[in-house]
Every structure is written in C-alpha cells, then in structure tokens.
T-cell receptor, first 116, second 115 residues
Framework: AQKITQTQPGMFVQEKEAVTLDCTYD???????LFWYKQPSSGEMIFLIY??????QNATEGRYSLNFQKARKSANLVISASQLGDSAMYFC?????????????FGPGTRLSVLP | GAGVSQSPSNKVTEKGKDVELRCDPI?????LYWYRQSLGQGLEFLIY????????KSGLPSDRFSAERTGGSVSTLTIQRTQQEDSAVYLC?????????????FGPGTRLLVL
C-alpha cells in the first residue's frame, strides 16, 4: 500500500500567486515526521519544511507553510507568492518514529511550473 | 560548511561491467542513506547505515547491489554486472544521528547510464 500519496502529477501557478501541493500519508505509528523536498532541474534534493506528528502548530519557513490535518492524514505544502525559481519537482516524505533505522518513504512527486 | 558530496557526478558504462559510486556525508553525521531515482520517478530507498549498527539493506533490488561504509564515514555503493535498467540517478543523503524525526541532507547524485 502507498504510504505517501501525491495526487497532482503536475501543477501550474501564475507568478506571485499562492499554490497548494497535496500530500496524504498512511501510518499507524503515533510518532512520525513529515518532510517536503524540492528538486529543481539540477537534480539536487533541497529540504524545505518539516512537521512532527506531535507538533501543535503548522510549520512555516518563509514562503513555505505546511497545512497539517492530522485526522485527515494530510500534510499539504503551501507556497505563497510564487516565484519563477519555484518551478521544480516537489516530494512529500514521511519517516515513522518506531525505531531507529526506519527509512524515509517518498511520494511520487508533483511537478510545479510557475508561469510569468 | 561542506555538504554531502558524491562522485563521480556522471558515469557511463557498458552492460555487464561493475561500477562503484562514492558518497562523502556531512562531517559528524552518523546516518547515511542511498536512494535510486529513475527518470521522472520518485526516490527508491536502497540501503541505510547508522553508526556501527548492521545496515538496513531491505531496499537493495538484487544481489548485484552492495554497499559499504568504512570508518563510519565514506560509503561506496557497488553495482556488479550492470544492466540497462540500472540506469538512474543514485542519491546519497546523511543525517546527524539517525534520529527518527531528523531530516536528511542530500548530495548532488551520480547519474549512471548503462549502455
């Protein structure tokens, strides 16, 4: 079963507008972390934002914020005031907290294109 | 400070040859991960090292794939008798202690093409 689902293979957004990238996850572990990474065409994976399952508030990092809805098991990434440089692949990932040695699970990604 | 580095950045090889890919994690990071990313796809976990513990090899796709980590630092991923389907970007990542909620930091990847 898919642990991380990203239902939007591709998204378009006009420059300076906000965009939401969807991510839903599946786990029975009460302790887990959710991560978003950006992968531009250069190929490097860039860490954007992190949300812990016990965090009371939604994570924010500059123009990035995470809309964490625990009961719905969703962790959508919101990018405000989109810039041309935001065009990239975006991956949602989860790490379950049961034991040390648990690997990350990545979703299939969403390709975001920012239009001038 | 220096990030995760990988070498070579690109590798072209002939089917049937062996290849070695190298990863230098961030200094002091005890956890190291290898992933494979095929063209246009997400990341596929391959193997995970944490300190001196036995590695988690659950993601290795076949016995042609192996990895070592010497002295708790540098890691080498070896693919024996390469096949065309091994063509992909191989990404290495490290994290400070392997703690369950730590993020990981990625290297630039090695692009492998098997002809």
């Amino acid at each position: 079963a898919q642990k991380i689902t990203q239902t939007q293979p591709g998204m378009f957004v006009q420059e300076k507008e906000a965009v939401t990238l969807d991510c839903t996850y599946d786990t029975s572990d009460p302790s887990y972390g959710l991560f978003w990474y950006k992968q531009p065409s250069s190929g490097e994976m860039i860490f954007l934002i992190y949300q812990g399952s016990y965090d009371q508030q939604n994570a924010t990092e500059g123009r990035y914020s995470l809309n964490f809805q625990k009961a719905r098991k969703s962790a959508n990434l919101v990018i405000s005031a989109s810039q041309l440089g935001d065009s990239a692949m975006y991956f949602c990932a989860m790490r379950e907290g049961g034991n040390y040695g648990q690997n990350f699970v990545f979703g299939p990604g969403t390709r975001l294109s920012v239009l001038p | 400070g220096a990030g995760v580095s990988q070498s070579p950045s690109n590798k072209v090889t002939e089917k049937g040859k062996d290849v070695e890919l190298r990863c230098d994690p961030i200094s002091g990071h005890t956890a190291l991960y290898w992933y494979r990313q095929s063209l246009g796809q997400g990341l596929e976990f391959l193997i995970y090292f944490q300190g001196n513990s036995a590695p988690d090899k659950s993601g290795l796709p076949s016995d042609r794939f192996s990895a070592e980590r010497t002295g708790g630092s540098v890691s080498t991923l070896t693919i024996q008798r390469t096949q065309q389907e091994d063509s992909a970007v191989y990404l290495c990542a490290s994290s400070p202690g392997g703690g369950r909620l730590e993020t990981q930091y990625f290297g630039p990847g090695t692009r492998l093409l098997v002809l």
